[in-house]
Structures are given as structure tokens and as C-alpha cells.
């Protein structure tokens, strides 16, 4: 979730965009946790492989990432890589942080005596994160059950 203001409204909208889209050169984020960054590779079935569209997506909910993951081989949109944005509250740091994805687990977490399954996110790096709905590190979930593979 973004918020815009007309003041940052971008003055050359109609030259980056399509009708009923529009173009701001700046938004603030509503709230500081985790987002997706999605690269993704636009392809004419008509021209096959040659002259893909790069595009770049922030998101919020990693089910729109999983909607790109689990598209059909002959999709019109290809998922080239996605990164994971973390605030520093997440990250350990005083700052965001921007990695590479190569992986999601599925990961389970007690609350009381019932049990929740959590997404488990795995960096190149190997760092892992997660959407805890206690707090609980990545560390401390029970994780072991692989999701997605990610594209490098």
C-alpha cells in the first residue's frame, strides 16, 4: 500500500502511461514491513522470446508473487527474479534492505496451543524472514517444507 498526494503527481504521466494509469514521481509507504520487488519480462506471443518488455513491480503480499510463480510455461508475463525489501526493524539494521530471493518455505508457528503456517523467506545470502504474527524470527518457526524455488 502506497500513499500519493496530487502535488507529486507526475507532470509527464501521459507519456509513461496507459489509460487509467498513473505515473507519480513520489510515494510514501503506509507501512514499514516487508515488499516484493518483482522483475518481470512482458513477451508478444507473436514475437516469442525476441523484444520482451521489461517491467518492475513493488508488492505488497507475496500471493501476488505466487500468482507469477505458478503462471502457465506459455504466459504472456515471465517472472525473471524477485527480491525481497526489508525495514530495518526486520532486518537487524537502522535501514532497508534489498536481497534476492531464492527461496520460500512453508513454516509453522504456535500461538497458544494453535498452530499457523507462515511463509518463510530465504535470501541468496542465506538470511531468512518472515511475516510472524508473534515476532518470532525465521529461526524460530518450524520450517521444512519448500514452496517455490525462485528464478535467478
Not at 501521459?14 to 498513473?22: D, V
Not at 516487508?34 to 508478444?44: K, P, T
Not at 506459455?74 to 534489498?98: C, F, Q, Y
Not at 497458544?112 to 504474527?133: L, M, N, R
Request: proline share 4%; hydrophobic share 40%.
Amino acid at each position: 500500500m502506497f500513499i500519493t498526494r496530487e502535488a507529486h503527481k507526475s507532470p509527464v504521466s501521459a507519456l509513461f502511461s496507459n489509460r487509467g494509469e498513473l505515473v507519480w514521481s513520489v510515494a510514501e509507504l503506509a507501512l514499514q514491513q516487508i515488499w516484493f520487488l518483482a522483475h518481470l519480462e512482458e513477451v508478444d506471443p507473436k514475437d516469442g522470446d525476441r523484444n520482451g518488455n521489461l517491467r518492475t513491480m513493488i508488492l505488497f503480499d507475496f500471493g501476488n508473487v505466487e500468482h507469477l510463480l505458478n503462471a502457465p510455461q506459455d504466459a504472456t508475463v515471465r517472472l525473471k527474479s524477485v527480491h525481497i525489501v526489508t525495514p530495518g526493524h526486520i532486518n537487524g539494521s537502522d535501514h532497508w534492505e534489498m536481497e534476492k530471493l531464492q527461496a520460500v518455505w512453508q513454516g509453522r508457528e504456535m500461538i497458544e496451543e494453535h498452530e499457523f503456517p507462515t511463509d518463510i523467506f530465504e535470501t541468496v545470502s542465506g538470511k531468512k524472514y518472515s511475516f510472524s504474527h508473534c515476532s518470532n524470527s525465521a529461526a524460530e518457526l518450524d520450517g521444512d517444507t519448500l514452496k517455490f524455488r525462485l528464478p535467478h
